[in-house]
Each structure stands twice: as structure tokens, then as C-alpha cells.
């Protein structure tokens, strides 16, 4: 009986855990349609900032330009990753790691680390070198976060700190499936300059008043639209973690259950033999 009654309080364990993964697979569901929300708003304007700056770089020779897009010789590299504060997520987090220290293990330079999330942070903390720890920026999610610590970043670009500046992060394709991306932030890629260009336009005030504000406005988006698709990516992916753990939890519930029956089946079979044998045993004496 002993034996049963373990049993029993697997199969309440069990339970209980498949209450929990249910309720964050439904959190996360709902969490994910606003983080998608967010993302296809943004897209359409990020793509077509880059094609506006392309439109105008390509007509102009502005020294702007040339700050955030002229290539030099490369000696330190930023790199941007962006994870998740918290895990339950698969390979959400695990992913993004690897493709780091994959980048890492190929590059011969120097490298600095940008962490958005605690699980990167804690994973290079000891034996990389931390440029900033943008951890607390899901706590207040905004366009404004992101952009002050890039104001950081892009300052030290100009000033020679960085040559190089990627953002590794899960780009969401959709609730199942998350794509690791490594995308150069700085230098920006440029049109090459044409003779003709696609676009006539008229400036107002004039294009490098306007190139000033669009161009770090650009690079800004860029790293904010990589945080806002690792946001959707991080629900999508422990929606369909937390799904699987609950399926998982169901099958190993339904194993016990018949175990059990058939352990339970057992023990009174084996207590109507010893009630049937003392019988027969006072019978013949």
C-alpha cells in the first residue's frame, strides 16, 4: 500500500504541474498578441526610414553620412544580444548564446559585450567583457530606453571605441518559430551613390538637417525593432515550451494512472487470495 500511496502523490504532483505550464502557456498566448501587434506596426517604418536615408544619402555627399556608414579598420567589435530576464523558453535563450560565442570563436578581435536580459548577462559576466547592462529595460519597455543607451553606444562609435556594432537577437517568424539573427547596426549600410537618382525631392530645410535626425534615428529603430522581435519570439516560444511540457505532463499522467490501476488491481487481488486461503485453511482444521 505504501507503494500506491507514492503513486498517488505523483500523479497529484503531476497535476499540479500541469496547472501551472497550462496558466503560463495562456499568459504567454496572451502576452504574445500584443508583442506581435507591436512588431508588424513597426516594420513598415523601420524599412522605409532605411529606404528613405538610402534615397537622399544616395544624391548627397554629407560628412554624416560618412560618420555612421565610412568602413575602417576593424580592432573592436560591440556586440548587442538580446535574450530574455527569464527562462522556461527552450532554446530561446540558449540559441542566441551559441550564435554569440560562435561570432566570438570567429572573429580575431576585440570584443565587448552589450547584454539586454539577465540570462546573456549571466552567461558572459565571468569571462567576457561587460560594455553595459541593459537588464531592467523590460521593466518599462519603450522606444526612449532603447534609444539612451544607443545615444552611449553611437557616441563611442564616433569616438573610436567600437569599428564594428552588431545585434544578435530571435527575429519572430511566428508563435512556433523564432529565426537567431546577427545584424550589423554600425557601419550602416549605404546605396551606392548614383547619377541619377530614383527620387526627386525638394529638401526642407536642407538634406543635412534632415540626414542629422533621420540617420541615429534609423540606427535607433534598428536595435528597437531587434528588442520588440526577441520580445514576441521570447512569448512565442514559451507558449509553445510551456504546450509541450503540458502534452509531456499528460502522457506521463495517463502512464501512472493505468500503472497505478493495474497496482491497485493487484494488491486486492493478492488480499481476496490471503481472505480465501484463511478460509480454506479454518475449513480444514
Do not use: C, W
Not at 27 to 44: E, F, H, W, Y
Not at 230 to 236: D, Q
Amino acid at each position: 500500500m505504501a507503494n500506491l500511496k507514492e503513486i498517488r502523490g505523483r500523479i497529484t504532483s503531476i497535476s499540479s504541474t500541469m496547472q501551472i505550464t497550462s496558466a503560463m502557456k495562456m499568459v504567454s498566448a496572451a502576452k504574445l498578441k500584443r508583442a506581435t501587434d507591436a512588431i508588424v506596426m513597426l516594420r513598415p517604418y523601420s524599412e522605409k526610414l532605411q529606404e528613405i536615408i538610402e534615397n537622399v544619402s544616395s544624391t548627397t555627399d554629407l560628412e554624416e553620412v560618412a560618420t555612421y556608414a565610412a568602413e575602417r579598420e576593424v580592432k573592436k567589435i560591440l556586440y548587442i544580444v538580446v535574450t530574455s530576464n527569464k527562462g522556461l523558453a527552450g532554446a530561446f535563450n540558449s540559441s542566441v548564446i551559441k550564435e554569440l560565442n560562435q561570432a566570438i570563436g570567429n572573429t580575431q578581435h576585440e570584443v565587448e559585450i552589450l547584454s539586454v536580459g539577465k540570462k546573456v548577462f549571466e552567461a558572459v559576466k565571468k569571462n567576457r567583457t561587460v560594455y553595459d547592462n541593459q537588464s531592467a529595460i523590460f521593466d518599462s519597455m519603450s522606444f526612449e530606453a532603447v534609444s539612451n543607451f544607443m545615444e552611449h553606444v553611437m557616441k563611442d562609435y564616433r569616438e573610436g571605441r567600437f569599428d564594428q556594432v552588431f545585434v544578435i537577437y530571435n527575429k519572430f517568424i511566428n508563435a512556433a518559430t523564432q529565426e537567431v539573427k546577427t545584424e550589423q547596426v554600425l557601419p550602416i549600410s549605404m546605396a551606392e551613390k548614383t547619377e541619377s537618382a530614383n527620387t526627386d525631392y525638394i529638401f526642407e530645410p536642407n538634406a543635412k538637417e534632415i540626414l542629422d535626425v533621420l540617420i541615429p534615428k534609423s540606427i535607433k529603430t534598428q536595435v528597437y525593432k531587434s528588442v520588440l522581435d526577441s520580445i514576441a519570439s521570447e512569448h512565442g516560444a514559451r507558449m509553445t515550451a510551456m504546450h509541450k511540457a503540458t502534452d509531456n505532463a499528460q502522457t506521463l499522467k495517463n502512464d501512472l494512472v493505468i500503472f497505478y490501476n493495474k497496482a491497485r488491481q493487484a494488491a486486492i487481488t493478492n488480499e481476496i487470495l490471503e481472505i480465501v486461503g484463511g478460509a480454506e485453511a479454518l475449513k480444514n482444521s
